[in-house]
């Protein structure tokens, strides 16, 4: 159960500074997420708790050798892993949307919930990433914070961690994102 | 859009604003935007937005998108295939379940829908038809019958016969009897018989592919299916990771737990994948857990693949040794170890019944008889049933504990119980299953013996009177010849050369260093061959080079593995650990060459004090793990001669009190097994070349609870067979709370001091040793195994409300603060104990003395705390030659002293009770007896006189007039185990 070489030191490089190394990590963290993500989605049934941190924990610890990793390296892939995410199910809600606009109007009993998940919350999912876009132009550290805690998963602690602030700043700023979102929503 | 610097004014005034009581915020807005209607308005439809934002995006965004699930449409009243689904039974990780009416045969059956993913590949779909149906077609009455596999509208549905009663998973909640156990195992072990004996293997048996029938009944569902789960034939290593990123978390999660090694590493399964499953399923009735579990699915695969699951000592269930053995044989990680055949498991299981119900019968008096519960026993209140889990107990060891110096008896009844054993399940034997094992020597105090390669010559030290002497015995007529005559050297580490013409031994001083000499077997003078040497030498193939550990060295942190020639020359590191890593230093333990030349294998320590053993490579000196197993004393380990596996000295992890026991540990693998199953502590090893004959010394004591009113010798009478462990302790109404052993686990008991009306406290929790009570009588603080490490806990004088008070600390030697606020204890093991300090309430524990030291003992007026002290500027000197007394704050010692004579059989201190002097057990001329240290720095005085024996135990009441003390002869004998196969 060796983690693929590369990403490990990817994840060192990047924290050296090196800007590259993000380009080339994100491509194979991408991948396994979307993976885990399409499973995690297609086959969990309600009724479950879902545990997303697991789940960017699971692409952790495949991914990356914990032996040569430094401790702000799960920070940073916590981050990494948040920003994919977001882009894996927003991907997918622009699929879903796209195959309703040229619908061939079937309706086929599936046992795959892929099918259901995306009815009504795609445009919730779109919608909310443009207004997360738009959030960021103002304040990038407040868009930040809802990417890592709605579609990385995180706790408020683990989100201070990643961002590297104090707990406080993170429950002030996610207060006013959640209500400024929840207003350009409405 | 909002300028930056307008935003902050926003955020700003919306968090001061949401700090205010809402009908103030109004008011405060009107000041703080001074006018600017549009900040106004801004902030304020913030504050209404964040007033109703209910739930929105609290749940991250998976869990949105599964809560969309629920409102998937309904299922009821659709047709599938002929089925008209009636309602929701249930989902699973393999697909949701419904009961439906077979609408042509107006029955009910059970639907299962299989998910799409699944079913997408039409090769392993078929696949997992033909065995699906191949297992329903064999009309087993432990098989789910199979109706129908289909396809409706691209849905894939089984249907099968419907079964009313819950799932094994279900009925485990309420606990289960020994003999519902044996009831669902026989039916589980059975249905996979017919199945494997048709080419069928389950692959996914656990507790949810178990139906119990209301009637008792028990199904097997889901043969093959898990078929349709597996990725591709040719899973490589890595395929247990992605397997577990592929199915759904909960389904894996379920599945891992019961997942056998090769399914674990990916590789094809077979028969004996389910063999193990069963074990998983088996071990959980009884446990009530499973056998290998973890917070993470990586630390469920990891236990699977390297630990051994808790033994059922140490969960509190006290169901028949044969269960677990059963439970353990298919739970061998090894295929080739396990049962081989469902049907193996089930004659043996068959047998467990038979034999149980024959004991039930015999027991009238109890209703439905052994019925043992094979639940936990509490702790507390349990006193009945622990009584008849140790009559069952002692049944099977037959008589597990003589008094009376009878070495002997308790050696017959150790070797009767294994051989009942093997009696009972004849089975493929492994290197020294079979075991006999005899005593060589009858001098009561052999330290350290030696074999011969031929077998023909047994060499052994004797310790009397504080001198050390070597003899040689030949084997066949037992004629003794002393080689070397007694002095005040120790002499130990005693090995042949492989020619087994030349004898190597090291002598020791205790202030002296160490040195190798080497002796012909068969006369002539020693010669000095090196010095500085802490282990016996292990000699290459070929004879021309030998392995030992030196301690201190390369560096004074350091401990290494040196190679030299046999005539000392040529020396060279093989491997050098710093601290807290090391090369234990003492004679019993030691490394061993390999038969092929290349390795060395060497116990290997760690802080605390958990060692293992290892492999080092002889010409790189790589390192590498003979097993993931962890023990609390580590002795010699010896190669067999095939390389099949080595055979070793050690004490595990969960039985730290208990003795070292001779084990086996496959090689490569790493699996350990127990040789030895006695209460004998084994030391050194030693082995014939042929590896069928191991010589090894024994340690055993044979104590009894002796009172001798005035502390004095002369009137002391014994009064209970009882060996007690490091704590006899008088509550302040007079009665004793001590330790005991009864089956190889040692419990907390109190009695009256003249030894009636003894009571156990404690029972089926691990190995709980060193009682100390509080000077207020309220509670009782030992160390205890029972969370499967070694801590300290708390309990009430009647044995009820357990409280762990240290974690994972590797605590012993409880003692009271007279003011019952504190406890005092050691930390880690003997030769590195530091002494703590942690509140009785609980709390934080704060450390005292940084000293090499053990036993500490608060003084009566509370200031001082007293400790068995070791101030040896040398790290790898393993002698505490004072006692040293420090500030109950903490520091440097305040005054030490000194002892005269042999520093290694002192076991407890006390203080007087006026606190003027300190009391100890110390060994002279081979008997032991209680010496007094006055506190003023005077001579220490023997204030007993015993004639004979040791005292392992002492304690006078608390006012002074009663001395406790368990006391008796140590035996130490050449003991050879043969092995028999």
């Known amino acids: ?186 | 859009m909002l300028t930056i610097n307008r935003w902050q004014q926003v955020k700003e005034l919306f968090h001061s604003a949401l700090e205010r009581e809402p009908e103030e915020r109004d008011a405060y807005l009107d000041a703080a935007c001074r006018g600017d209607d549009s900040l106004r308005e801004e902030v304020l439809s913030l504050i209404a937005s964040h007033e109703q934002r209910g739930s929105f995006l609290d749940a991250p965004a998976y869990e949105v998108a599964a809560s969309l699930l629920e409102e998937a449409e309904p299922m009821q009243g659709r047709l599938v295939g002929h089925y008209r689904v009636l309602s929701l039974l249930g989902r699973g990780g393999m697909g949701e379940i419904y009961l439906a009416e077979d609408t042509k045969l107006d029955r009910k059956v059970a639907l299962k829908l299989l998910p799409e993913e699944w079913t997408e590949e039409m090769g392993r779909l078929r696949r997992f038809q033909l065995e699906a149906r191949a297992a329903s077609a064999l009309n087993h009455p432990n098989i789910l019958t199979i109706y129908e596999i289909g396809e409706s509208e691209g849905l894939h549905f089984i249907a099968t016969e419907f079964i009313e009663g819950e799932t094994l998973r279900e009925r485990m909640r309420q606990g289960l009897k020994l003999e519902e156990v044996l009831d669902v195992s026989v039916q589980v072990a059975s249905a996979l018989q017919a199945a494997h004996e048709a080419g069928i293997i389950h692959r996914d048996v656990k507790p949810e592919n178990i139906m119990v029938r209301r009637d008792g009944y028990v199904k097997v569902l889901d043969f093959g299916l898990a078929k349709l789960v597996e990725q591709s034939e040719s899973v490589n290593l890595e395929g247990a990771t992605r397997m577990l990123s592929n199915t759904n978390p909960g389904l894996v999660m379920g599945t891992v737990q019961y997942m056998s090694p090769e399914q674990a590493r990916g590789l094809p399964v077979d028969a004996r994948t389910d063999i193990w499953s069963l074990g998983c399923v088996l071990y959980e009735m009884v446990a009530g857990r499973a056998p290998f579990e973890g917070p993470t699915m990586t630390d469920v695969l990891a236990a699977i693949l390297e630990r051994e699951p808790p033994s059922f000592s140490s969960i509190m269930t006290d169901a028949p040794a044969e269960l677990e053995w059963i439970i353990r044989k298919s739970l061998r990680k090894e295929r080739d170890e396990r049962f081989q055949t469902a049907k193996e498991v089930l004659s043996d299981l068959r047998r467990l019944r038979e034999e149980l119900e024959f004991e039930a019968r015999g027991s009238q008096s109890k209703k439905s008889g052994a019925t043992i519960e094979t639940r936990a026993i509490a702790a507390v209140d349990t006193n009945a049933s622990v009584e008849v889990a140790a009559a069952t107990r002692g049944k099977r060891r037959g008589l597990a504990l003589a008094f009376a110096g009878l070495l002997a008896l308790v050696f017959v009844a150790a070797v009767a119980s294994s051989a009942y054993r093997f009696l009972w399940m004849k089975k493929a034997v492994r290197p020294f299953e079979k075991i006999n094992i005899t005593q060589l020597t009858s001098s009561r105090n052999v330290i350290h013996a030696a074999i011969s390669p031929d077998g023909n010559y047994l060499v052994y030290s004797i310790s009397d009177r504080e001198q050390h002497s070597l003899w040689l015995r030949q084997v066949s007529n037992a004629n003794d010849t002393m080689i070397v005559p007694p002095s005040d050297a120790g002499i130990w580490g005693i090995t042949f050369s492989r020619d087994g013409k030349d004898l190597y031994y090291v002598t020791r001083h205790l202030d002296e260093g160490s040195t190798l000499y080497r002796i012909p077997v068969l006369g002539g003078a020693p010669v000095k061959v090196l010095v500085n040497i802490d282990s016996p030498v292990s000699f290459s193939p070929d004879g021309r080079q030998m392995a030992f550990v030196r301690g201190a060295f390369p560096a004074r942190e350091e401990s290494a593995i040196v190679i030299a020639d046999k005539d000392g020359g040529q020396e060279r590191v093989l491997a050098s650990r710093r601290r807290p890593v090391r090369f234990y230093p003492i004679y019993f333990t030691g490394p061993a060459w390999s038969p092929d030349g290349e390795w060395i294998a060497c116990a290997l320590f760690n802080a605390p004090p958990y060692g293992t053993f290892s492999a080092f490579n002889v010409r790189d000196g790589s390192e590498k793990r003979l097993t993931e197993q962890r023990f609390t004393q580590l002795g010699r380990i010896e190669w067999l001669k095939d390389m099949s596996g080595l055979v070793f000295v050690g004490s595990d992890l969960l039985t730290p009190s208990l003795p070292g026991q001779v084990w086996h540990v496959s090689y490569p693998g790493g699996e350990t097994r127990r040789i030895t199953n006695d209460l004998i502590n084994y030391r050194g090893l030693s082995m014939t070349a042929d590896a069928t004959r191991l010589v090894t010394s024994s340690v055993s004591e044979v104590a009894s609870l002796w009172a001798a009113p005035d502390g004095d010798a002369g009137q002391a009478r014994q009064i209970a067979p009882i060996r007690s462990r490091g704590g006899l302790a008088f509550t302040p109404d007079g009665r004793v709370v001590y330790s005991t052993e009864t089956g190889g686990v040692w419990d907390i008991w109190i009695m009256n001091a003249d030894g009636t009306n003894r009571k156990q406290l404690t029972g089926g929790a691990g190995q709980n040793i060193e009682p100390a009570v509080s000077p207020d009588g309220r509670y009782i603080v030992f160390t205890s195994t029972r969370a499967s490490t070694v801590d300290l806990w708390r309990i009430n004088l009647d044995g009820g409300n357990p409280l762990q008070l240290t974690k994972e600390a590797f605590a012993t030697n409880a003692s009271f603060s007279p003011d019952g606020r504190w406890v005092v204890y050691a930390l880690g093991g003997r030769g590195t104990h530091r002494i703590w300090k942690v509140p009785v309430e609980g709390g934080e524990p704060r450390g005292l003395f940084n000293k090499p030291s053990y036993r500490p003992v608060v003084s009566p007026d509370g200031r001082w705390v007293a400790v068995f002290y070791n101030d040896s500027p040398n790290p790898y000197n393993d002698f505490f030659r004072k006692i040293a007394v420090f500030s109950f704050e903490g520091g440097a010692p305040v005054k030490t002293f000194e002892f005269a004579g042999n520093p290694t059989t002192r076991d407890v201190l006390q203080w007087t009770p006026e606190g003027d002097a300190l009391l100890y057990n110390q060994m002279k001329d081979n008997v032991s007896n209680i010496w007094r240290q006055p506190l003023d720095g005077g001579q220490a005085v023997k204030i007993t006189d015993f004639k004979e024996n040791l005292i392992n135990d002492f304690a006078y009441s608390r006012d002074g007039r009663l001395l406790l003390c368990t006391r008796g002869p140590v035996i130490r004998e050449a003991m050879m185990i043969t092995d028999l196969r």
Not at chain 1, 36 to 58: D, F, I, M
Not at chain 1, 120 to 141: F, G, M, S, V, Y
Not at chain 1, 146 to 173: N, P, Q
Request: charged share 25%.
């Open chain 1, 1 to 186: 159960m060796q983690p693929p070489e590369g990403v490990t030191q990817l994840l060192v490089d990047w924290s050296n500074g090196d800007q590259s190394a993000l380009d080339k990590l994100m491509p194979v963290v991408y991948d396994e997420l979307r993976r885990l993500a399409s499973s995690y989605l297609r086959r969990e049934r309600a009724g479950h708790t879902l545990q997303p941190t697991a789940l960017v924990n699971e692409a952790y610890m495949k991914l990356v050798d914990q032996r040569n990793a430094r401790w702000q390296n799960r920070a940073q892939f916590f981050g990494v892993a948040a920003q994919l995410m977001r882009r894996i199910l927003v991907d997918h809600a622009r699929v879903r949307q796209a195959q309703k606009r040229g619908g061939s109007g079937q309706q086929q009993l599936s046992l795959s919930h892929a099918d259901r998940i995306a009815e009504k919350p795609d445009i919730d999912l779109l919608a909310l990433h443009e207004a997360l876009n738009d959030l960021a132009t103002i304040d990038e550290q407040q868009a930040r914070i809802v990417e890592l805690r709605f579609f990385g998963g995180l706790t408020i602690e683990e989100t201070a961690e990643v961002l590297g602030i104090s707990h406080a700043t993170v429950e002030r700023d996610w207060t006013l994102a959640r209500a400024w979102l929840r207003r350009e929503l409405s």
